[in-house]
Each structure stands twice: as structure tokens, then as C-alpha cells.
């Protein structure tokens, strides 16, 4: 174990919308530490996303990312040779991380043409409670109800 934590890195905020969350996102984005790349498709996501909604491209993207993060996940623990399924509370950064990774996950394996397109296409998805990241955080959800009776096990 460590004596001390590790220092937060701090993160400046991204140049056109100035928000830190979307530079955390286009973190998340980033191939290969192309990080202009992630922001041209992720600003290009947002301008396709601006022209089919007429709204606020970020309050839209902010309100698909709320709509796929999970706030409860499972855990396995292994209790007297059998194992089983505890579900949990997720703390508030790992949540985040979880919904960005699983909206870039999610919109790379849609069939569009450039991956500014995909990535729009997963926003306006989530924004509207459907696609597969949304999908993703109803079944987290549903395993974690269903493995309700051994919460009791909690690490």
C-alpha cells in the first residue's frame, strides 16, 4: 500500500467551450496522444449534433453523458468457495470515467462514416435514453438490483 496518494493532476480547460469536462473527455478520445485529432472529432461530433437538435451542442452532450453513467456497478468477491455478484456504490470520479469510456466504447462501434459522425450519432442517442452506452448502464443497473440480497457481503 502507499504511504501517500498520488497528486491530482490538474487539467486546464479545453479551448472553445473552456469546460474541464470536456477536455477529460477528449482525454478519454485520444489515440495514440493525438490530442488535436480527439478535439477536431470531438468538436466536428458536436457541430452535427448542434445542427440536428438546434440546442446547445454542450448542455446536449453533458445531459447524454449523465443519462449513460451508472451510479451502482457489481463486484466479485469470492466468500467460502463461491462467488458472487456484490453490488456498490461507484465514488463520483470513477462514475464519470465510466460513462465517457463507455460513450467513446459504444459510438466506435457504430457503422457511420468518419468517427466525428459515430460519436454524434452515440450523443444524440444517449440524449435520448437509447443506444447501446444507455443500454450498458440499464443492465449494470439491472445486475446490481438483482444481486440486491448480497449486499450484506459489502467489502
Same mark, same amino acid.
Do not use: C, M, Q
Given at each position: 500500500m502507499r504511504k501517500a496518494k498520488p497528486k491530482k493532476r490538474i487539467i486546464l480547460p479545453d479551448p472553445k467551450y473552456n469546460d474541464v469536462l470536456v477536455t477529460k473527455f477528449v482525454n478519454n478520445l485520444m489515440n495514440r496522444g493525438k490530442k488535436n485529432v480527439a478535439f477536431k472529432v470531438f468538436y466536428? /461530433?458536436?457541430?452535427? +449534433? =448542434?445542427?440536428?437538435? =438546434?440546442?446547445?451542442? +454542450?448542455? +446536449?452532450?453533458?445531459? #447524454?453523458? #449523465? =443519462? +449513460?453513467t451508472p451510479s451502482v456497478e457489481v463486484r466479485s468477491r469470492r466468500? @467460502? @468457495?463461491a462467488t458472487f455478484q456484490i453490488p456498490s456504490e461507484i465514488r463520483p470520479g470513477r462514475k464519470m470515467s465510466i460513462g465517457m469510456k463507455n460513450l467513446i466504447g459504444y459510438s466506435?462501434?457504430?457503422?457511420?462514416?468518419?468517427m466525428g459522425q459515430k460519436l #454524434? @450519432?452515440?450523443?444524440?442517442?444517449?440524449?435520448?435514453?437509447? @443506444? #447501446?452506452?444507455?443500454?450498458k448502464k440499464e443492465d449494470t443497473h439491472r445486475m446490481?438490483? /438483482?444481486n440486491k440480497a448480497f449486499s450484506h457481503f459489502r467489502f
Open positions: 466536428e /461530433a458536436l457541430e452535427i +449534433v =448542434n445542427k440536428k437538435t =438546434n440546442e446547445d451542442p +454542450v448542455e +446536449v452532450w453533458k445531459k #447524454a453523458l #449523465a =443519462n +449513460v466468500i @467460502g @468457495g466506435r462501434k457504430r457503422h457511420e462514416k468518419s #454524434a @450519432g452515440e450523443i444524440l442517442a444517449a440524449y435520448k435514453e437509447e @443506444g #447501446a452506452a444507455f443500454k446490481a438490483e /438483482a
